[in-house]
């Protein structure tokens, strides 16, 4: 599903839809990257925020499922992985970011699950997700592009989320939410913000 199609029809990087831009300097300042961070970019795709993320922080390490988009990456080290298993040490990263990602993944808990593990204590995570008013809705355009058919967005979106539920996913972590709100770029978009508890 995830394949070069999808990253070079659905996410092209021209996209005027997108706002890459303005996501990557939602992330530097909501996170307040600076040159001390390591952070972690899970869902990187070509890697165009990420790029923009690392001329501030120490080091940015993307990761992404699909290993087309990767092909083009600009963003600097990215790796194919799956976020529901990461492969990096525990306490790895000073900050973490998402950005519409979380919505594809089945086994979100897991997810939470391992940005706890690998976020170091005191540390911040930042997701970014649209508001739906149904699921896949927000998927609508990217699955007109790719099957010809609007109502299928669902196959894309497995969840519509929205901050309570994404809580939901995220408890039994030590990840403590700061807040959440509703952005309006081009589309409607939910923000989540975790900060990892711990000494």
């Known amino acids: 599903m995830y394949d070069r199609k999808y990253s070079k029809v659905v996410l092209p990087k021209d996209d005027w839809l997108i706002q890459r831009d303005k996501l990557a300097d939602l ?98 995570a930042f997701f970014v997700y649209p508001w739906e008013l149904f699921r896949g809705m927000a998927h609508a355009r990217g699955a007109w592009k790719i099957h010809r058919n609007p109502f299928l967005g669902y196959r894309f979106h497995v969840h519509r989320l929205t901050p309570k539920k994404v809580l939901k996913f995220a408890s039994g972590t030590n990840l403590r939410h700061v807040k959440s709100g509703l952005i309006f770029m081009r589309t409607p978009q939910w923000t989540t913000l975790f900060e990892k508890q711990g000494e």
Do not use: W
């Open 27 to 124: 992330v530097i300042k909501t996170l307040a990257i600076d040159s001390k961070d390591m952070v972690l970019d899970i869902g990187c795709d070509n890697g165009f925020v990420q790029q923009k993320v690392a001329r501030v922080a120490r080091k940015v390490v993307g990761i992404d499922i699909n290993p087309d988009a990767l092909k083009e990456h600009c963003g600097g080290e990215a790796m194919v992985m799956d976020a529901t298993k990461l492969v990096f040490p525990s306490s790895s990263f000073d900050k973490i970011y998402s950005l519409h990602t979380i919505e594809h993944i089945k086994d979100l808990q897991s997810v939470f699950h391992e940005v706890d593990r690998v976020l170091k204590p005191g540390g911040l």
